[in-house]
């Protein structure tokens, strides 16, 4: 079974700039996750999709962030414009189908990682 | 809201030993998983173990097991005949009112 693909695995541009990320979950997982991980900290969520739809963004910066799942399967998400703070592994995740509004957890799983360097 | 602390930045251990992480956390939620991630430098994120936090029965996962105390609200892992490749960032998660949160990490070194 592929796993979880993410593209490119690094990108170094300069503050202001704008970037692009590409996600591809694994098939048949119907929710898709952003993570920033900032270095030395753990992942922190930046939004969340069931299916097309936006399940969670609260922590989304949503002045430069934006994410999109058109289709329901692979995501981009982008900065615009991008800024020294946002220096970033940025993880993507997927998984099977966890209920909203039910306590049932569905493991999630990771792809490589996108490595942002803002200069 | 929910947080998760980890409060060993670093260990590091001989291969063969046992090492335990610590982890606590915060939360009025009845319901909810915590995980332990693993990292290696590749930086792919892998699930290392899984505890339900209305099962009583502490997780195994070969090597791995842990320490689920809800009361205290803390959830160790242990590593038992630690191996090079177990060297890796390792992360405490808890998931809660669908959200999943992680700890700050504890980066495990296994010495030859």
């Known amino acids: 079974e592929a796993g979880v693909a993410q593209s490119p695995r690094y990108k170094i541009i300069e503050k202001r700039q704008s970037v692009a990320f590409w996600c591809n979950p694994i098939?048949?997982?119907?929710?898709l996750y952003w993570y920033q991980q900032i270095l030395g900290q753990g992942p922190k969520l930046l939004i969340q999709?069931?299916?097309?739809?936006?399940?969670?963004d609260s922590q989304l910066p949503k002045d430069r962030f934006s994410a999109e799942r058109l289709k329901g399967v692979d995501s981009t998400l982008k900065i615009q414009p991008a800024k020294l703070e946002d220096s970033a592994v940025y993880l993507c995740?997927?998984?099977?189908?966890?209920?909203?509004?039910?306590?049932?957890?569905?493991?999630?799983?990771f792809g490589p990682g996108t490595r942002l360097l803002v200069l | 809201a929910q947080t998760v602390t980890q409060s060993q930045p670093e260990m590091s251990v001989q291969e063969a030993e046992t090492v335990t992480l610590s982890c606590t956390y915060d939360?009025?939620?009845?319901?909810?998983?915590l995980f332990w991630y693993k990292q290696p430098p590749s930086r792919q994120m892998i699930l290392v173990i899984r505890?339900?936090?209305?099962?009583?029965q502490n997780a195994t996962e070969n090597r791995f097991s842990v320490n689920f105390q809800k009361a205290a609200k803390s959830f160790s892992l242990k590593i038992s005949d630690s191996q090079l490749g177990d060297t890796a960032m390792y992360f405490c998660?808890?998931?809660?009112?669908?959200?999943?949160?992680f700890g700050q990490g504890t980066r495990l070194t296994i010495n030859p």
């Open positions: 995740a997927s998984s099977l189908n966890p209920l909203a509004g039910a306590h049932i957890q569905e493991t999630q799983y």
């Open positions: 098939s048949g997982h119907a929710t």
């Open positions: 999709f069931q299916n097309n739809g936006v399940v969670d």
């Open positions: 939360t009025s939620e009845n319901n909810y998983y």
């Open positions: 505890q339900e936090a209305y099962k009583q």
């Open positions: 998660a808890f998931w809660g009112a669908q959200k999943l949160v």
